[in-house]
């Protein structure tokens, strides 16, 4: 006998086959959308630090100490176009504002205090710094639980002042 098979049930093939494949593609999607998000976050947080830098250097000729400390942070605050949930500056690592230090490394170390125009053991001069440091919080698309992207993010920068 032979049986009649019209047409090979082929129908709706497509279909289970976009079911299975579709979660996967929207995961990628949305997970590629937080990485994408929060690369932008920090690209606008580096910009609003160089920003602040570029401040406090040039308040640094004329303030010192936590004068100039807290104007940096109110600035950094005020220019970001990122939720900042914290800003802190500090004038020579919290150290007396007027001496001169050396920085090495990162994060920096002050060794000092030192006169000015001392040479630092890597070929500087010892001078003012002052440093900022912002942070922001992201919650994920895709991840409630923060398995793939921590909440926050933090970024510290240097400058000499004098």
Do not use: W
């Not at 947080?45 to 570029?54: D, F, P, R």
């Not at 006169?115 to 010892?126: F, I, M, R, W």
């Not at 942070?135 to 926050?152: H, M, N, Q, R, V």
């Amino acid at each position: 006998m032979q049986s009649i098979r019209k047409g090979c049930g082929r129908r709706g093939v497509a279909s289970l086959e976009l079911g299975l494949v579709a979660p996967v593609l929207i995961t990628i999607c949305i997970a590629v959308t937080d990485f994408s998000i929060v690369y932008h976050k920090e690209l606008q947080l580096s910009s609003v630090l160089a920003a602040g830098l570029e401040y406090a250097f040039n308040k640094g000729q004329s303030e010192t100490g936590t004068t100039l400390s807290s104007d940096v942070a109110g600035f950094v605050q005020t220019i970001s176009g990122v939720n900042l949930s914290s800003v802190t500056s500090s004038v020579n690592g919290g150290k007396i504002a007027t001496d001169y230090y050396c920085l090495t490394g990162y994060p920096a170390t002050y060794s000092g205090p030192y006169g000015s125009g001392t040479l630092c053991t890597d070929g500087s001069t010892a001078g003012q710094f002052i440093s900022i440091t912002a942070s922001f919080t992201y919650t994920p698309i895709f991840s409630p639980d923060k398995a793939f992207l921590p909440g926050t993010f933090t970024q510290t920068t240097y400058t000499r002042l004098q």
